[in-house]
């Protein structure tokens, strides 16, 4: 219809100012905002005047296209025209000010303004937000004589934006107290604060005031609601809200299985995902993005190659979010020449990208290659971040280079300025122990800037089992024992220490500690994969459905290897 329009519109020999507005209005509304552009040029050209229909529209389209300097050249044009004491004119002008981060022009539009009605106010307290000037925009809308709900919106969105998120609460409150009806952006903004508190009772209470007002719960909304219940961890009763939903869109779909994803759900992700498909709703980026963080964390091959082949064949590897997603995945199963042929057929690279590659590549024992990747990033003027040195600190610990990985570190700490997180202290650590340098571990841990966790204790405690140094296992355990008590699994490892070197005495005194505290040894567990499932077995577990078949085998390759003349460790063990 718009184009037959335009058809008619350029058959007229002069079009005035009530054709032109009209088309320019029509453009704008359906996003067209180059089209709009070029009929508002051809009116200047052909000297129609403007008036305070045209410089609203157009000032819209000049934000949407992000350009500044029209909309000022447009402002020159308004203020010659004398259009510029119009309300609707400078509210479009302080729209774009704001929204363009000119503060200073929309408050001098705004001061000049005779009638200062909720929009303006609103247009500069989201200035002041995008600014980060809370308190600026907290005395803007205080000095309001009206607040619509939009207002109430604005201040709300400022102090969430800002980090704020207990004031938002408490504005939402007094929203209700002073009888301002919220509305659907309302309760999303709500919902979306509670979700990144994980504040379940905020979000409970918010849910209770739609149902108490029998509000019209949309597509928006629920997913708002659906997500908040994720992030707090409530899995179930985000798919009671899912379920109940009558329309979903591809957002509602991606924000569950990003949820299971997120909540160590991969099962009921990969079975949503199905699911997704078979209602022939394209997944997008995050749905993406999400299922192949599942499938390289579950360590099934076949699940990883069926989700590689479906986005290939898609054509969905285009977006660098995607295919750092799926690089990252083929590195993850081992995959590591397809992950390396993703990688070099990407048109773009950003950092995710090279860092995917540097750790995929480390990870996988291919120190050098995550090197040499890590030089062609700089070449090519990437910028290296705190996750890339992770990576090369992890080649250097696989490849036992512990020099340069101490050159690394201090390369990344002077060069780059970047502050070592827990991450690059662990691999220091861990590239000590597996030189067997245990001294200089334990040394480097007690010069450490950050409070050792357990991760970088209990390396320091796998080195000294393999290294027999009782003295550095027992310091450890003391850390672990204070840092995870609900575990066990380093008094077993220090138990086989004791027994390992002889020191039966000790070995005995710690299990009866064990016992006396009640303290439960973890169920060992593995898993085979067979036709796209996954079978886990634990210890002493007997509800297998080929139970019998399945402990046949094991005792038959265990009489195998006592004619082979095994030598099983018969030590004390756990």
């Known amino acids: 219809v718009v184009d037959y329009a335009r058809k008619v519109f350029d058959r007229i020999p002069q079009p005035d100012e009530n054709l032109s507005n009209s088309l320019i209005s029509v453009y704008t509304r359906l996003s067209l905002h180059e089209e709009a552009v070029e009929v508002f040029r051809m009116m200047i050209r052909n000297d129609v005047c403007i008036d305070s229909y045209t410089v609203p529209p157009i000032v819209k389209s000049c934000l949407s296209l992000a350009d500044l300097g029209l909309g000022k050249q447009v402002h020159c044009l308004a ?21 363009s981060g000119e503060l200073a022009s929309a408050k001098t539009i705004f001061e000049k303004m005779d009638t200062k009605d909720p929009i303006a106010y609103n247009c500069l307290i989201s200035a002041y937000s995008q600014s980060g000037d809370v308190l600026a925009a907290r005395k803007m809308f205080d000095e309001m004589p009206n607040r619509s709900t939009a207002s109430w919106n604005s201040l709300i969105s400022c102090y969430a934006c800002n980090g704020h998120y207990q004031e938002a609460l408490r504005i939402f409150e007094r ?12 309760l999303a903004s709500v919902f979306s604060i509670c979700a990144k508190l994980g504040d379940l009772n905020a979000g409970l209470s918010a849910e209770k005031f739609i149902d108490d007002n029998n509000l019209y719960r949309s597509t928006i909304l629920s997913t708002a609601v659906m997500e908040m219940y994720l992030k707090c961890g409530a899995v179930e009763e985000a ?9 979903r869109d591809v957002v509602t779909w991606s924000a569950m299985i990003a949820g299971y994803a997120q909540n160590g759900r991969p099962e009921e992700a990969l079975e949503l995902f199905e699911s997704m498909k078979n209602e022939n709703i394209k997944p997008n980026d995050v749905a993406l993005v999400s299922i192949l963080s ?11 190659e069926e989700i590689g082949r479906y986005i290939e064949s898609q054509g969905m590897a285009s977006n660098v979010f995607v295919t750092s997603a799926l690089l990252n995945m083929y590195s993850k199963c081992g995959n590591i020449s397809k992950s390396h042929q993703i990688f070099l057929n990407m048109p773009k690279k950003d950092t995710v990208t090279w860092n995917s590659m540097i750790v995929g590549l480390a990870t996988n024992g291919l120190s050098e ?14 910028r290296p971040n705190d996750i890339t040195f992770v990576g090369l600190l992890t080649a250097c610990s696989h490849a036992g280079l512990v020099e340069m990985g101490l050159e690394i570190f201090r390369h990344m700490k002077i060069d780059y300025e970047i502050v070592p997180q827990i991450e690059h202290y662990a691999c220091i650590v861990d590239l000590f122990c597996r030189a067997g340098r245990l001294k200089e571990a334990y040394d480097f841990i007690c010069g450490m800037e950050v409070e050792p966790n357990a991760l970088i ?18 310091l450890s355990v003391k850390k672990l024992a204070k840092q995870d008590p609900d575990s066990s699994w380093y008094y077993v490892l220090l138990s086989n220490i004791y027994s390992s070197t002889g020191h039966w005495q000790e070995a005995l005194n710690l299990q009866k500690m064990m016992k006396d505290k009640k303290v439960q040894k973890a169920a060992a567990c593995s898993w085979v994969e067979v036709d796209n499932k996954l079978h886990r077995f634990l210890v002493g577990d007997s509800s297998l459905p080929r139970n019998t078949e399945a402990y046949g085998t094991v005792n038959g390759l265990a009489m195998q290897s006592t004619w082979v003349d095994h030598d099983f460790d018969s030590g004390l063990r756990l």
């Open 239 to 247: 798919r009671r809200e899912f379920n109940k939903m009558d329309k």
């Open 79 to 99: 203020i010659s025209c004398g259009l510029d004491t119009d309300a609707f004119v400078q509210t479009a002008l302080m729209n774009l000010y704001s929204r």
């Open 457 to 474: 204790w209990g390396s320091l405690l796998s080195a000294s089992r393999i290294h027999m140094n009782i003295e550095l296992a027992e």
């Open 369 to 382: 290659d995550a090197f040499a990747v890590y030089k062609q990033m700089i070449k090519t003027g990437g």
């Open 294 to 304: 599942v499938c390289a964390d579950s360590g099934s091959v076949e699940a990883c």
């Open 175 to 186: 929203m209700k107290d002073e009888k301002c009806n919220p509305n659907e952006i309302t």
